[in-house]
């Protein structure tokens, strides 16, 4: 099925119509499996939150989504990732709370330029402070920090979303990442 056909379903599942989701999930559900295996293993090694954990919050989630005009696929999947962002940092907060201030350890902003990285003890609660002080600053760049590690776009697909040119997205991305490697770096310092 190609993407105009997601739309479309997006599109029919937004008036109400129930078996548009359920032709939906089937289509979006292996990349979103995809993306939340590749966050579990950014994970500590101990971590218990399973990949498909990760998506059914996540599609529970989505399924409260009924005033949301899906532009397209690409849209979906941007806000399917600010969930996973979101059901992550809690997670993460909910274990270091629970060994009250625990062992999260911090890593390069590297892992957030690699999507694919495969790097080991991301700390997505300083992730996460990080993009709220980056959004306070530039909401667009944290917006495409958040599609682009979290959701896995494209920069293409992030211009496409964001209706603004590739070469904004490319040059707010390489801000964006350099910031954040220097708001991450503080709590490294202390």
């Given at each position: 099925m190609t993407a105009s056909n997601i739309t479309q379903l997006?599109?029919?599942?937004?008036?109400?119509?129930?078996?548009?989701?359920?032709?939906?999930?089937?289509?979006?559900?292996d990349q979103l499996h995809r993306l939340a295996r590749s966050y579990i293993r950014n994970e500590?090694?101990?971590?218990?939150?399973?990949?498909?954990?990760?998506?059914n919050e996540?599609?529970?989630?989505?399924?409260e989504q009924d005033h949301i005009d899906w532009k397209s696929r690409a849209h979906f999947l941007g806000f399917a990732a600010?969930?996973?962002?979101?059901?992550?940092v809690d997670y993460a907060r909910a274990r270091s709370t629970a060994k009250r201030g625990g062992a999260l350890q911090r890593v390069s902003i590297e892992a957030v330029g690699d999507v694919a990285a495969?790097?080991?003890?991301?700390?997505?609660v300083a992730l996460d402070e990080a993009l709220d002080a980056l959004a306070l600053i530039d909401a667009q760049q944290a917006r495409i920090v958040e599609m682009r590690f979290f959701g896995g776009l494209t920069?293409?697909?992030?211009?496409?979303?964001?209706?603004?040119?590739l070469s904004t997205?490319?040059?707010?991305?390489?801000?964006?990442?350099?910031f954040l490697k220097q708001e991450m770096s503080k709590g490294d310092e202390q």
């Open positions: 997006l599109a029919n599942w937004r008036e109400g119509d129930e078996q548009a989701f359920a032709q939906l999930m089937p289509l979006v559900y500590r090694l101990d971590h218990t939150l399973q990949a498909t954990a990760l998506v996540a599609f529970l989630k989505l399924v600010h969930l996973m962002r979101h059901i992550l495969k790097v080991r003890d991301l700390d997505f920069c293409s697909e992030i211009a496409e979303v964001l209706a603004i040119s997205v490319n040059r707010d991305w390489k801000s964006a990442k350099a």
